[in-house]
């Protein structure tokens, strides 16, 4: 496998471009360097790639995934995590602890999200017996991004929302300032929003959100 991610890193740093790579670090806030690839290029480069060199299966995948995280730059998380999607619908109870770690390593909104919405999303509902084990111990982590991905995990659970369980966590941790997690609050409600909207609004009137997570919450709806 360290063969197989060494030839899928070598080819796209052949295609790195340095000088779209300075404003790509600029719009993430120079939290972490890249290659200078944006991902409808990225995306075509990883599919010629797996064309010729064929996809991992089980858990050598997992296993490319977490190798390809440790790479410093982040088009190599984003191929991460086009990996990780791949492993939906095989995906193990296992697989919790791994992505746990991905939410910690590297963490900023763009992983962040996508690992919360996606495979933690896909194998919460898979393995419903991991939510009060894991989502319960991130909510009230120290860690903002496990708190972030506690709150998002059910972003596409739709009608199958646990509205009880988002409504405490969102009770948890409410009262910080930190505006990735107020951001959040207003994301997940607006979500389940599509669902049962009156019940979102019921709870925004009696909740005493920050501004911003009620804004984002009433953001389709006409109040």
Known sequence: MKDYILSLEQWLRRHANPEQAVAMEAYMRNQFTFLGLKNPERTELVKAFWKEHELPQGEELLT???QLWSLPEREFHYTALNLLEKRKKTAQISDIAVLEKLVVEHSWWDTVDILAAHPIGSLLRKYPELIQDYTEKWIQSDNMWLRRAA???QLRYKESTDAERLFRYIESCKHEEEFFIRKAIGWALREYAKSDSG???SYVQGA???PLSV???LKH???
């Open 64 to 66: 490319a995934a977490v």
């Open 151 to 153: 709150l998002l995990y």
């Open 199 to 201: 019940r979102v609004l």
């Open 208 to 210: 005493a959100l920050s």
């Open 215 to 217: 804004k984002e919450a």
């Open 221 to 223: 709806m006409k109040v």
